[in-house]
């Protein structure tokens, strides 16, 4: 990470100029805000307080666990095959996580460079630390976002929160949204068993819809398997994603040793920018 290479990407969350580097690890706009830039390599540009809670270092620590296995290396591969032909030079992710998709689907060549963001500093601490071509920035995807108009190519969304708009105004004309959702069979054993939170049956349907004014759905790509999974394994596959935000019901606590089986499924589409939001 270089302040040069971070600033490229950014604009002020105040007044939305573009932000340069003003000093040692400080970036700054030509009315004179001024933002700290971590010792560790990124950038917090939240405004105010969030309504949601990023993933904590707990979460973040089972994710990497689960991952490791490798039970998504097929959805990794998935995503990757949508990306590539796009050869994008500037690949934002938002919702980053611990970077398991987006190191895959960074191209390789020091002229493509990323950038991670996510609500979390310890998630996007995380996904600066595993490639040196990623830079890192702590936003809010429900604000507008400290990031440059048609500064990207290609924005990659998994299992995240979207802004079409704000999407629409940082993607270049004619750039790719990849994003991915679960199927409805998802994790349907967990759920069935307790141990996993309920999810919108039409979760693929209201994407489209809700992203049609500004994007027009180009490709749909589908992944279901049924996995066996250890014990260790389920455990870390409930740690990691938003079952671990809620309590467990009154009454006997289920088990992660009742599961073994788990079917994992992923819908993957990939939108191209309109040139203009349609009414």
């Excluded at 270092?57 to 990757?80: H, K, N, S, V």
């Excluded at 039409?202 to 819809?209: G, I, N, Q, R």
């Excluded at 994603?241 to 788990?262: C, I, K, L, M, Y």
């Amino acid at each position: 990470m270089s302040l040069q290479t971070l600033s490229e990407w950014l604009r002020c969350p105040n007044c939305f100029l573009p932000l340069t580097p003003t000093g040692t690890l400080r970036l700054g706009c030509s009315t004179g805000h001024s933002f700290d830039v971590n010792k560790r390599g990124f950038i917090n540009l939240l405004t105010g307080a969030p309504k949601f809670i990023g993933d904590s270092a707990a979460m973040l620590d089972a994710r990497d666990a689960f991952l490791a296995a490798g039970w998504y290396e097929p959805l990794q591969a998935a995503i990757r095959a949508v990306i590539v032909p796009e050869h994008p030079l500037r690949l934002l992710d938002v919702g980053c996580g611990t970077g398991y998709y987006l190191r895959a689907a960074l191209p390789a060549g020091a002229a493509a460079l990323a950038l991670g963001m996510d609500l979390s500093p310890a998630a996007v601490s995380r996904t600066i630390r595993s490639h040196d071509r990623i830079d890192g920035l702590v936003a809010d995807v429900w604000s507008p976002l400290p990031v440059q108009d048609a500064a990207v190519d290609v924005i990659l969304n998994v299992f995240a929160p979207r802004n079409a708009a704000e999407f629409h105004r940082v993607l270049r004309p004619g750039g790719l949204l990849v994003v991915v959702v679960p199927r409805p069979t998802h994790l349907q054993e967990l759920r069935r068993a307790g141990l996993a939170v309920e999810m919108q049956a039409d979760k693929a349907a209201h994407l489209e819809a809700s992203l049609a004014a500004w994007f027009a759905l180009e490709s749909a790509n589908h992944l279901e398997k049924t996995v066996p999974l250890s014990i260790s394994e389920v455990a870390s596959l409930i740690g990691m994603g938003p079952s671990s935000h809620h309590s467990a019901p009154e009454g006997p606590r289920p088990s992660a040793a009742s599961v073994q089986d788990v079917t994992i499924a992923f819908d993957i589409f990939g939108f191209r920018r309109r040139a203009a939001a349609v009414s």
